[in-house]
């Protein structure tokens, strides 16, 4: 069965420091991997999108990795702000069937002074 | 640009009561889904609309139709609210499953009492 797996639940920060978001997945044959930063109340919106050859990308603060072979992928905050407390799910799309994106529950992360 | 509309933004209902909830994008996208998000539960497919003229079930169906209008288009109907289908409703979109950008409306909140 394809499954998104994040972690940790939770996370609470001080301002200024960094943190990493795993998300792990079993989702084949894959295709992409999305990251989004979704602010309470709002809806999410993207922060990354990575395909099969690409192992890093970054969007200002944010960086993500992704391990094809392992099934693996980070999200690495430099510098956190009180903007960035959030919940942060990860997404993989299968190249093929009827539901292609597998959304992970998410990790909320709270950034505080 | 618009991006991806959502009506209404709250909504309370009896138990038993029907509603429309409405979603329109600009983006001259292909495929347009309905998720529901719950506390501890992220987000769940309940019915998602390839293209014009298709709809499929998602994980979460029952209780819940849909209509794809038009290609800009996707409402979903609640026949018979029930208690247990108080969340929170995000219509999202997209160009094209295995590449594109999933863009996501600001959600639409009901309660039913």
């Known amino acids: 069965k394809n499954q998104v797996e994040q972690s940790p639940q939770s996370l609470i920060i001080l301002e200024g420091k960094n943190c990493t978001l795993q998300?792990?997945?079993?989702?084949?044959?894959?295709?992409?991997l999305r990251w989004y930063k979704q602010d309470t109340g709002r809806g999410p919106v993207s922060l990354t999108i990575?395909?099969?050859?690409?192992n890093t990308k970054s969007n200002g603060r944010y960086t993500a990795t992704l391990d094809a072979d392992t099934k693996q992928s980070s999200l690495h905050i430099t510098a956190s702000q009180l903007s960035d407390s959030a919940s942060y799910i990860c997404v993989v799309s299968a190249r093929s069937g009827n539901t292609p994106l597998v959304f992970g529950k998410g990790t909320r992360l709270s950034v505080i002074a | 640009n618009a991006g991806v509309t959502q009506t209404p933004k709250f909504q309370v209902l009896k138990t038993g009561q029907s509603m429309t909830l409405q979603c329109a994008q600009d983006m001259n996208h292909n495929s347009m889904y309905w998720y529901r998000q719950d506390p501890g539960m992220g987000l769940r497919l309940i019915y998602y609309s390839a293209s014009e003229g298709t709809t499929d079930k998602g994980e979460v169906p029952n209780g819940y139709n849909v209509s794809r209008l038009n290609k800009r288009e996707f409402s979903l109907r609640l026949e018979s609210a029930a208690p247990s289908q108080t969340s929170v409703y995000f219509c999202a979109s997209i160009i094209q499953v295995y590449t594109g950008e999933l863009f996501f409306g600001e959600g639409s909140r009901l309660t039913v009492l």
């Open positions: 990575m395909t099969f050859s690409e």
């Open positions: 998300c792990n997945y079993t989702v084949s044959p894959f295709s992409n």
